[in-house]
């Protein structure tokens, strides 16, 4: 409003351009922090008022949308191809018992995941030029020249290879022999675009390890772990009953559940007071178990694990003193989202987690690399045992956890040659001075 107000936009002629210069402004001479965050904002409360407040003008604006998908909406394909695409993931849901193959249902999150990639694919193909008018069902998609089009659009989108490139693949070439039954001649052609576009698992990926790098000195781990206790004692020295200050004591069980249970952001901001964590028994002297069901992890396998006695303080003084000026009366959410009822969203949430660790230590983390970072100071400590750590990360096979974390050691085995070769030295030295007769105190020759 203040915008229109100082560029004489009166509101019966606000649009869409009006809209944009406000983008441009926010981009070029705003000192907002967050000025795309702000942008979205004002757009979507713009199109909440046409629909909720009387008398309010009727254009709605275009909300930029920083999601990062490529696909097209189903209503944009021909119905027979959603139809084919839906018998599909209804199938993966749900597969015949009877069936030779023998499959297991596919959990949820799969099943949401797979069909957001088809679309993404045949969104792809539609981009390089693939009429979206042939996209008749999922045969014509897993064609090998179509399928080649799609993959282009993200090698070229991705910078070459990636794991995503070499999953699409992947399951172009599942559909095409499980589902559309294509010729041998053909699955064998999409197996081999499979081949060619695999990406060797050779331990983290560089920019990962970047930033993992400054976990190497011990100043910012303790920076970083001390941070919940920080928080909260900030925040129960500045409470005044606002709801700033239970949001820092949210913020603050958010890390540190990230630090001892490092789970994917999507279960942490779903996590719900009735179900996920369950108590050994009423009071405050039992235990507390985080328990994630196998239909709501990535990998389908159950996640539990006993929370530490320092958690479970933490956690029971924001449930019983907090949590109550975030939540409406019932709401079952850990981390309920702003209209108190339903629960956070999973990427701002991510970003104010983030945000909020750069601000008190200076540090630049993203919360899926709490999971690596555990892995790295587990096997520093105990170098070997991934075992532990693919329990703590949830992984269903060892050989992921070898996979993203061998070589993890390197930085302790190398402390522990330094350590070889000091002795080594200490010990050559103290023989030279033996010959020479020379006797010592510590480390001076008398």
Known sequence: MWFCAASNVPPEAFG?????????????ESLARRPQQVLRT?????????????????????VPNRRRTYALPASTFPASFVIDLDTYIANLA???????????????????????????????????????????????????????QALRFFLDRLGGKTERVHRHAVLLTSIAKHWVKADAAAVEQLRGLAHRLAVERTGLTRKNRDRLRPFEDPVHVEALLGLPRRLLADARRNDRGRRIDAVKVALALAIELLTVAPMRIKNLAGLRVDCHLLHSRPGSKGSVHLVLGEEETKNG????????????????????????????????????????????????????ISACIARETGLTINV???????AMLHLRAYPGDYETVRRLLGHKSIATTTGFYTGM????????????????????????RQRRGERTIGDVAV
Not at 42 to 62: K, S
Not at 112 to 138: H, M, Y
Not at 409 to 431: H, M, N, P
Request: charged share 30%.
């Open 16 to 28: 869409q351009a009006d809209f944009d210069a406000f983008a441009r402004a926010l981009d070029q």
């Open 42 to 62: 004002a757009g979507l409360l713009w199109n909440r008022a046409t629909e909720e407040v009387d008398g309010w003008p009727q254009t709605r604006v275009t």
């Open 94 to 148: 749900n597969p015949d018992p009877l069936a030779d193959d023998g499959r297991k249902p596919a959990s949820p999150i799969t099943v949401r995941q797979r069909r957001l990639a088809i679309f993404e694919l045949a969104t792809a193909a539609v981009a390089r030029g693939v009429p979206i008018d042939s996209f008749t069902s999922l045969a014509a998609l897993v064609d090998p020249e179509v399928a080649k």
């Open 301 to 352: 396998e159950p996640y539990e694990l006993a929370l530490p006695a320092d958690t479970v303080v933490l956690l029971k003084l924001y449930q019983e003193r907090y949590r109550p000026r975030l939540a409406d009366a019932g709401s079952p959410w850990l981390f309920p989202a702003g209209d108190r009822r339903g629960r956070r969203s999973t990427e701002a949430f991510a970003r104010q």
């Open 368 to 374: 899926h690399l709490f999971r690596h970072l555990a």
């Open 409 to 432: 050691e390197v930085g302790a085995s190398f402390e522990r040659y330094d350590s070889l070769i000091q002795s080594l030295r200490a010990a050559g030295e103290q023989k030279r």
